[in-house]
């Protein structure tokens, strides 16, 4: 499985009614587009205080590395980052992305905590 995890810094003045109608479009994908196992999005209420701008965020959960390949160019993700475009602020680090592979859950090679 491969998560998928997108922070964004969304416009100040974007309206509520907007961001939920990215939100809403990026769950669809789930629906049209093969291989997609979950996704879960919202915005940041982290009291740490290390937010750096990002307002708002999403998981995305894929079967492997082929479903995220076919989700990339795939049409239905392109009309979601329209929705995305509408809310982001201009600046050029308004989106963090990064991705890792979860192969087995209940065993972590580097990060295991007992």
Aim: a negative charge.
């Amino acid at each position: 499985m491969i998560r998928h995890i997108v922070l964004m810094k969304c416009q100040a003045d974007a309206s509520q009614k907007d961001i939920q109608a990215m939100f809403a479009a990026l769950a669809a994908l789930e629906e049209s587009i093969p291989g997609i196992l979950a996704f879960e999005g919202g915005a940041n209420n982290s009291p740490e205080g290390l937010f750096r701008g990002y307002t708002h965020g999403f998981t995305m959960d894929f079967a492997d590395e082929q479903a995220r390949a076919v989700y990339l160019p795939h049409p239905e993700h392109k009309k979601a980052q329209e929705f995305m475009r509408k809310v982001l602020d201009p600046s050029p680090d308004n989106v963090l992305v990064i991705d890792f592979p979860i192969e087995d859950t209940d065993t972590y090679d580097v990060y295991q905590t007992s």
